[in-house]
């Protein structure tokens, strides 16, 4: 429901219950009702209308030029190649000189982009050069990130991040090249996150990824990436624990997709029996282990600057744990069972945590964890059934005492508290 | 106009003309004759595929693809130089494939594009060559496809289908057009 033709609702609730008086009443619903004329959800139809007839058209234009494509001599197609590109400069032009506002600028920017984009790809068929993928993305990619500062445009750079995973490459891919691409929008990052701009939020969001592509630089080793994605989702739960105790834990990207991603990692690493998946050996100079550093780094600057929850230092003794196994030589690895301890403590500890900020979305990511440990142990092959029965009976039995005990002690709380009252 | 924004502009105007450099820099090699080091016709077979974002395309099996090299001296994890020259029957034959690049004649430089297979005997090598797709109008695609699939099914067939490549002095490439006996496939189709 709108929060204008909700709150107009209320105001009958309020005025019978004499919470406010007739005038005041009043002047609320002239000012609600003319609120919610303005914000009514037509505006909002009609806007998506124009758009989606918009789209519509240029896709039939698009299609009536794919199907006459051939019968048109190489200049005519490569002069049709570069319309959307010299669109993006006249709408560029126009903008910056009219000093138009900021959705003008974010056009111009993702025209020109997706405008040259166009045009190199058009090329590409018109004289059926056959490049791939990863190398098309990357000259894209140079190509779109000065507009993405000349700009300010946010869009364009959602739509960079997007654009470096496909600059992925299992044999192809160029280490150097894919860490510069990484290191150009981090200014944008740092400029924005110090300014406490309008884009802080949208950057959150935009943050995960660009982490989550440093994983797949290079050739990628398991061992390093493996590392790396536990580091860093430890660091976005323990950086979402905080964000999230001053406000809705929600509006925080990193704290849910965090959990579900580390619970998730944890739980089929719990699975993995013969080879250790951490095992460094081999790659000690690919550039992933260098990411490895660096985000081993951030995350012990972000323990050091936070204060000290119980949560952080459960997350920090899986961390450690993981490193050690780094150590460890090759054929030693037995240990996917102790991933148990992690998800068990972090559950635990997301279970307080939420307990105590009264946040409900924080509790059920810790039930998660324990869940999803549960629900892999039952099904895990590598534990006989008589050894996992009177474990789970008795971890039944600890949750139900526990349960009772946790229920007794609130209400004697509440009682105290009526008796004081 | 704000300060600002000149500054923008005249930044905008300098990345917008590097974006085009690109673009206008492979058009004008392309087109450039000099820049050619021979044309070559490659023998084919084809079935024709489609891609959702491409449309129609001929998925060509470009022959020769394999070459048995003597010395079996080849990293085929670096770039690879496939050097080239031409039939009695005037089709595109492989002399050689090296790691260096040869100093004269027409070559083909190939990134992880030679395989050598645990099945072929020593010395093999296949070559899975960059213009292994030929776009096609909708108009023609299921035409062509099957006027392809007949010629290069039936063993007694006398037609040549062939597809022409211009080699460039870099090592590059450009695809000019697949043939039927000397006309394109359009121009067979049509007559």
New interface residues.
């Given amino acids: 429901m709108n929060n204008n033709k909700w709150f107009l609702q209320e105001l009958q609730v309020l005025r019978s219950q004499e919470v406010i008086d007739e005038p005041t009443e009043l002047a609320l619903r002239k000012y609600y009702e003319k609120r919610l004329a303005e914000t009514s959800g037509i505006n909002h139809i009609m806007m998506c209308i124009w758009i989606v007839g918009i789209v519509s058209i240029l896709s039939g234009i698009i299609l009536f030029f794919?199907?006459n494509?051939?019968?048109w001599s190489k200049p005519v197609r490569?002069m049709l190649s570069?319309i959307p590109?010299l669109c993006g400069?006249a709408l560029?032009?126009w903008a910056?000189?009219k000093?138009k506002g900021q959705k003008f600028l974010e056009g111009s920017a993702l025209l020109?982009?997706g405008g040259?984009a166009i045009?190199?790809a058009l090329?590409s068929?018109i004289?059926?050069?056959?490049?791939n993928l990863n190398d098309y993305m990357t000259?894209v990619l140079f190509?779109a990130i000065?507009?993405v500062y000349?700009?300010n445009s946010i869009g364009l750079l959602a739509l960079y991040i997007i654009g470096l995973f496909f600059t992925i490459h299992y044999?192809?891919a160029k280490a150097v090249i894919q860490l510069i691409q990484l290191a150009l929008p981090l200014p944008f990052f740092v400029f924005h996150f110090y300014r406490r701009s309008n884009y802080l939020s949208p950057l959150r969001f935009l943050a995960m990824p660009l982490c989550v592509f440093s994983l797949f630089i290079g050739k990628f080793p398991e061992g390093p990436v493996l590392l790396t994605l536990v580091i860093f989702l430890s660091l976005g739960i323990q950086e979402g624990q905080f964000l999230a105790s001053s406000k809705n834990s929600g509006r925080n990207p990193w704290y849910s997709l965090c959990s579900l991603g580390l619970a998730w990692t944890l739980i089929i690493l719990s699975f993995v029996d013969n080879d250790n998946p951490f095992a460094i050996k081999g790659a000690l100079f690919n550039p992933s282990l260098l990411v490895c550093v660096l985000a081993s780094g951030l995350y012990l600057w972000s323990f050091l600057a936070r204060p000290m929850t119980l949560l952080k230092w459960f997350l920090l003794g899986n961390v450690l744990f993981c490193l050690i196994l780094t150590c460890l030589p090759e054929g030693l690895y037995s240990c996917h069972l102790f991933f148990n301890i992690p998800l068990l403590c972090i559950g635990i500890a997301l279970l307080l945590d939420g307990i105590q900020k009264r946040l409900l979305s924080t509790f059920n990511l810790g039930l998660l964890f324990i869940i999803g440990m549960l629900a892999a142990r039952f099904f895990d092959m590598n534990i006989s059934a008589l050894s996992r029965a009177p474990f789970f009976v008795g971890f039944g039995v600890v949750l139900l005492v526990g349960n009772l005990k946790f229920s007794k002690y609130l209400r004697n709380t509440q009682e105290a508290a009526n008796e004081t009252n | 106009?704000?300060p600002t924004?000149k500054i923008?502009?005249a930044?905008?105007i300098l990345?917008?003309a590097?974006?085009?450099a690109?673009?206008v820099h492979?058009?004008i090699s392309?087109e450039n004759e000099a820049n050619i080091a021979g044309t070559f016709m490659f023998k084919v077979a084809a079935y024709d595929p489609y891609d959702i974002m491409?449309?129609h395309y001929m998925a060509l099996r470009i022959l020769p693809d394999k070459f048995k090299k003597e010395d079996n001296s080849l990293d085929v994890r670096k770039k690879c130089y496939l050097q080239l020259g031409t039939d009695k029957d005037g089709f595109a034959e492989i002399l050689g494939i090296t790691n260096e690049k040869p100093e004269n004649g027409p070559y083909l430089a190939l990134?992880?594009r030679i395989a050598r297979r645990s099945y072929e005997p020593e010395g093999y090598f296949t070559i899975h060559y960059?213009?292994?797709?030929?776009?096609?109008?909708?108009?023609?695609a299921t035409q062509a496809d099957a006027e392809v699939r007949r010629i290069s099914s039936a063993t007694d067939s006398t037609d040549k289908l062939y597809l022409q490549v211009d080699i460039l002095k870099d090592g590059n490439?450009?695809?000019d057009n697949l043939y039927i006996n000397g006309k394109t496939i359009?121009q067979h189709l049509e007559q």
């Fill in positions: 794919n199907y494509w051939d019968s490569l570069s590109m400069f560029s032009l910056l000189i000093g020109t982009a040259a045009l190199i090329i068929q004289y059926q050069i056959q490049g000259l190509i000065p507009f000349i700009f044999i192809e | 106009m704000k924004n923008r502009l930044l905008y990345a917008f590097l974006a085009l690109y673009p492979t058009v392309l491409r449309g990134n992880g960059p213009f292994s797709k030929f776009y096609l109008n909708e108009k023609i490439f450009k695809v359009r």
